[in-house]
């Protein structure tokens, strides 16, 4: 590892990477833009400190992102390296994240566009589910945009340094249910789940998801900005609003489809396999509406939200925890406020 210039930072005889143009933050790092200087492409480089001799979280990333490699809207690696005391991970320079086009587009992104994205999500979603892992922080600042040679905006999810296995690929066994855990991810797209201390599983990613949506077209959520003395307290306030807003209020003004898939995330067992073409079909039903309605962009949601489960096995009808198994019984409208007496925060 070499210093031109202040600037510059040679990475080998292959890269270098432009200290002074920072792209961003990861969960473990901060990325910078850098150049491979045999063919002056760019590239993004990911940069951790290692703290620890024998773990590096961008170690664990890097495996990760090889092991998903192949599959369109997953950031192709170049590189990984240690250089003395920091690693580096060497990938696709990508466009800008879903959270930067809200800020220029002043927190109004055409909500065709909106839906678009979340179909592209449920499939990069349903990929790395397919592949065993949980991303564990979904949010607008991890999707970031590329154009393909077709113009095409290609959706990525990025940032891969909380993720994990939930399941065993050889023997294809669950990670045990867990409770008593802290908050990982982002406080703001975190499912009630995750605040109430139990372990992640494939329902949280998509529970990030239809928050990610609902953020992307009202520019807000209703947890935003609530005063705290510490980040403990806010956490805190953020999960009690969750819990209590009902789902037809958070989704007031949107398509009642929404809504129905917020509740259907909400519904699924700990170790339940999804049913993405489920959410799916609800995003095109609402993208095909619009569509049809140019002149209605909302249409309100309704108040009482339940999914059609006339051909949807996978639907769950069951909310009440036993321990760590789930014993099933009727609902009509979602409510945890039943649960939270029985888990321990």
Known sequence: MTTENKNELNLGTKYKMYVNRKLGNGAFGDVYQGQNKKDKSLVAIKVEKNKNKHFSQLNNEASLLKYLSGCEGIPKIYLYAKFNEYSFLIMDLLGPSLENILIKNKNNIPLKKVINYGLQMIDRIEYIHQRHIIHRDI???????????????????????LAKRFRDPKTGLHISYKDGKSLTG??????????????????????????????????????????AKSKEEKCQKIMEKKIDIPIEVLC?????NFGIILHYCRSLLFDEKPNYDFIRKNLK?????????????????EKEISPDTSNNNNVSTTLEKKSDEYQKGDYKVFDLKEQINNVKL
């Open 139 to 161: 949010k607008p600042e991890n999707f970031l945009i590329k154009k393909n040679k077709d113009n095409k905006e290609i959706l990525y999810l990025i940032d891969f340094g």
């Open 252 to 256: 007031k003004g949107l398509h009642k």
């Open 186 to 227: 982002t406080a703001r797209f975190a499912s009630i789940y995750t605040h109430l201390g139990i372990e992640q599983s494939r329902r949280d990613d998509l529970e990030g998801m239809i928050y990610t949506l609902i953020y992307l077209i009202k520019g807000r959520l209703p947890w935003q900005g609530l005063k």
């Open 285 to 301: 039903e609402a993208l095909n509406e619009l569509n049809q309605n140019k002149n209605e962009l909302f249409i309100s949601c």
